[in-house]
C-alpha cells in the first residue's frame, strides 16, 4: 500500500538513498531540506526514475518553515503517514581538538586549539538543537496526520554514539543520545493512537559533512578514519545502501509490533571492545 513519506535532511547522502528506496517501493516522496535545491534534486532523479516525489524547502530548527511544508505536502501528496528525522549534524564549535585533556592544555594559546574549557555554549547549543529538536519539532508537526490511520510510525535518526560517545564530539554524542531516549519516550506516549516509534542508529558512513575528517583529499584515511576501521569489526564504512533493508522494515507492515527500538547499522563497531 502507498504511503506519504516525509523525510527530513533528504538532500544529503543517506536520505537521499532512503528516499529513492522508498519511492522505488510505490511510496510517496516529500523530500524535505534547508537546500531546496538539493532537495528538488533528489526529487526530480526520483520522479525520472518512475517514482513521485516533491521537493520541499523546510528549515527544522522553524516551526513556521514546517507549517508551511506541511500544508505543501498535504496539498500535493496528501497526510503524512510516515515520519523519517534525517536532519543533523555536527559543528566544529562543539569539537574538541585533542581526545584527551593534558595538563599543558591550560596554557595553549593557539586560535584553532580547543579544550573542553574553550568550547563554545552557543556551538554545543547548536548541535543539541539540530539534532534534538531539529526531531522534536518535525514530529509535532507532522505527526498530527497520523492519528487516527493505521500503519503509521516515524523513524528517528541516532548514532552509535549515543551508546558509547565518540571521543573530541561531546556535544553530538550527547544530542544523538537524546534522539535515542526520545524515541523511547514517544514510542509509549504514543502508543495508545497507533504511532510507532523508532530509531536508526548508524555507526561510520562517509558523508559531505565528515568527509575530510575520515579521509584525506587523495582518498586515503585520515589516522581518525583508520583507527575507526581498525576498531569496525567488519572492516570498512557503512554505506548508504545499508540502511535501506532496516528502512523498509520499519516503516513497513513486517514491524507492526516493533516499537521504541533503537537499532545499530555499524558494521559491529558498538560491540568491539577493542580486544
Known amino acids: 500500500m502507498s504511503k506519504v513519506i516525509v523525510i527530513t535532511g533528504a538532500g544529503g547522502v543517506l536520505c537521499s538513498s532512503l528516499a529513492k528506496a522508498l519511492a522505488k517501493a510505490g511510496h ?3 523530500v524535505l531540506d534547508l537546500r531546496i535545491e538539493a532537495a528538488n534534486k ?3 532523479e526520483i520522479n525520472v526514475a518512475g517514482g513521485k516525489a516533491i521537493g520541499v524547502s523546510a528549515n527544522v530548527l522553524k ?3 514546517l507549517d508551511a511544508a506541511k500544508e505543501e505536502v498535504n496539498n500535493l501528496l496528501g497526510s503524512c503517514d510516515i515520519l523519517i528525522n534525517g536532519a543533523g549534524g555536527n559543528h566544529p564549535l562543539g569539537t574538541t581538538t585533542n581526545s584527551y585533556l593534558l595538563e599543558e592544555d591550560l596554557t595553549n594559546e593557539s586560535n ?3 579544550s573542553f574549557f574553550d568550547l563554545d555554549p552557543e556551538g554545543i547549543k547548536f548541535v543539541f538543537d539540530l539534532n534534538f529538536i531539529g526531531t522534536l519539532l518535525p514530529i509535532q508537526v507532522f505527526a498530527k496526520d497520523m492519528i487516527g490511520k493505521k500503519g503509521c510510525s516515524i523513524l528517528n535518526i541516532s548514532s552509535m554514539n549515543s551508546f558509547t560517545p565518540l571521543t573530541k564530539i561531546p556535544a553530538y554524542s550527547a544530542a544523538k543520545a537524546a534522539v535515542s531516549n526520545f524515541t523511547q519516550w514517544l514510542a509509549v506516549h504514543f502508543s495508545k493512537v497507533g504511532i510507532r516509534v523508532n530509531a536508526l542508529a548508524p555507526g561510520f558512513f562517509i558523508t559531505d559533512q565528515n568527509r575530510t575528517l575520515l579521509t584525506t ?3 586515503d584515511l585520515t589516522p581518525r578514519g583508520s583507527t575507526i576501521i581498525e576498531q569496525t569489526p567488519m572492516g570498512r564504512f557503512g554505506e548508504p545502501e545499508d540502511l535501506i533493508g532496516t ?3 520499519l516503516c513497513g507492515d513486517g514491524s507492526s509490533f516493533v516499537t521504541g527500538v533503537v537499532i545499530p547499522i555499524d558494521g559491529g563497531f558498538s560491540a568491539f571492545s577493542g580486544v
Open 112 to 114: 584553532d586549539f580547543k
Open 28 to 30: 510517496k516522496i516529500a
Open 42 to 44: 533528489v526529487a526530480d
Open 217 to 219: 583529499k587523495s582518498g
Open 63 to 65: 516551526r513556521e518553515s
Open 247 to 249: 528502512t523498509l522494515w
